[in-house]
């Protein structure tokens, strides 16, 4: 923090926080009472801890509550500020709670705390079960609210107090958790990161930092968690390491779904365009690779004579026949349409068209359609020094060009 923390008059105290109901304290949010100068701020309702003051706040915006806290604490002088939900007899209400640190000023000596009624607002979300999507490989689920964390850790890493969600996320009661380290929890995997990430925070006080982890459990699942880490060992009364954490496992697993879609082709399950050229563009970078284009001849009459659902399923056999006859290190994918690419690090020519010959060899039967497939393809070299697009490009060029001899 640079400079002096700014001094706050009055009058722009009264300004700030008017039509807010205004509580002063201390630096464990305890009641204090609000200085003179203040007296038209007086909150009838005089909340006597932090926990009344969240009484109600929708849980899922309780980590929002612990981060504006903390910000003021870190930054005297500047107010913060959150929006948040907040239940009560009137039904759920949104809420403007900032929070500014006054304690460096003689004539307040405090936080002030000022909530804000912002008017009515739609219930939180409620799903009281997963939901699926048809169709996904993977069920998405959605819960009824996040599952959240809130601890004070010591220098070592050991948990001195824990709040929010421990038995969701560790698997163990907060007092199995308390007295502990935190890494004993980790993954091992994760072990290198958590320590660099803990090393870098105690040699940077009042600094923070974010990271992604996984908490083994005692039946040997895993939760992702997300943690903000605070250092908060200097400067200030607690003298804690603040750890804010929410559960990110299914959001993960529905990152990896929505990957695995903008990489795939729907039809078929090959790889898309897209994971075609990202595979491409890393061979290229390591050293040579070989292109081959592939575009099979006859297919429009297939879908003419026998529809598009038949021409759907002579697609999905010839994109399994091709995976099926490479080699393992081999990526083939649907570029679109009725055109294939395999593409393989190394100069791999022969083994790409003892491939492509296998997966032609032999005639597509379903049901009372029998096809007998045929195609034209090309194939390019490349290196290093090669771009994956240019280089699909003069495979393509190369197909076309053994096309127009199979039609002379």
């Not at 607002?121 to 993977?138: I, K, L």
């Not at 819960?143 to 809130?150: A, D, N, S, T, V």
């Not at 005639?363 to 096809?371: A, D, I, K, N, S």
Request: hydrophobic share 40%; glycine share 8%; charged share 30%.
């Amino acid at each position: 923090m640079d400079g002096a923390p700014p001094t706050w008059t009055r009058e722009a105290v009264l300004s700030e926080f008017c039509g807010s109901a205004v509580t002063a304290r201390d630096s464990e949010a305890n009641l204090l009472d609000l200085p003179c100068w203040l007296e038209p701020l007086r909150n009838e309702r005089q909340l006597s801890n932090w926990e009344d003051q969240a009484d109600g706040i929708h849980e899922g915006d309780m980590p929002a509550l612990a981060r504006v806290w903390w910000d003021a604490i870190n930054k005297p002088g500047h107010v913060q500020s959150a929006t948040l939900r907040r239940h009560d007899d009137g039904g759920w209400h949104e809420i403007r709670i900032s929070v500014l640190d006054l304690r460096h000023q003689p004539d307040a000596a405090c936080v002030l705390v000022a909530a804000a009624d912002l008017g009515p607002c739609e219930p939180p979300t409620r799903v009281s079960q997963p939901v699926h999507t048809a169709g996904d490989d993977e069920a998405i689920a959605r819960y009824e609210r996040p599952i959240w964390l809130l601890q004070e850790l010591d220098r070592l890493g050991c948990v001195i107090n824990t709040e929010g969600d421990t038995a969701e996320i560790f698997g163990r009661s907060a007092e199995e958790v308390v007295g502990r380290s935190v890494i004993e929890f980790l993954h091992p995997e994760d072990h290198p990161a958590a320590l660099e990430m803990w090393t870098g925070l105690l040699g940077d006080p009042g600094s923070s930092r974010t990271i992604r982890q996984r908490i083994l459990r005692p039946d040997g699942s895993s939760r992702w968690i997300e943690s903000t880490v605070l250092n908060r060992l200097e400067g200030s009364e607690s003298g804690v390491i603040l750890s804010i954490s929410h559960d990110i496992t299914e959001r993960r697993r529905e990152e990896r779904v929505l990957r695995r879609r903008a990489f795939t082709d729907p039809l078929t399950g090959l790889p898309n365009r897209l994971a075609v050229d990202t595979a491409l563009a890393r061979m290229l970078g390591t050293g040579a690779a070989t292109v081959a284009f592939i575009d099979l001849d006859g297919f429009k009459t297939v879908n003419d004579e026998q529809g598009h659902r038949v021409g759907d399923r002579v697609l999905e056999t010839v994109a399994r026949r091709l995976s099926n006859a490479v080699e393992d290190d081999v990526t083939v994918g649907r570029w679109g349409g009725d055109e294939f690419v395999a593409v393989a690090a190394g100069e791999r020519e022969d083994a790409l068209r003892s491939a492509i010959d296998t997966a032609f060899a032999d005639p597509v039967v379903l049901g009372e359609v029998v096809w007998h497939p045929r195609c034209s393809y090309g194939i390019a070299h490349g290196d290093a020094r090669s771009e994956a697009d240019q280089l699909v490009v003069s495979a393509d060029t190369a197909m076309y060009e053994a096309k127009e001899l199979r039609s002379t």
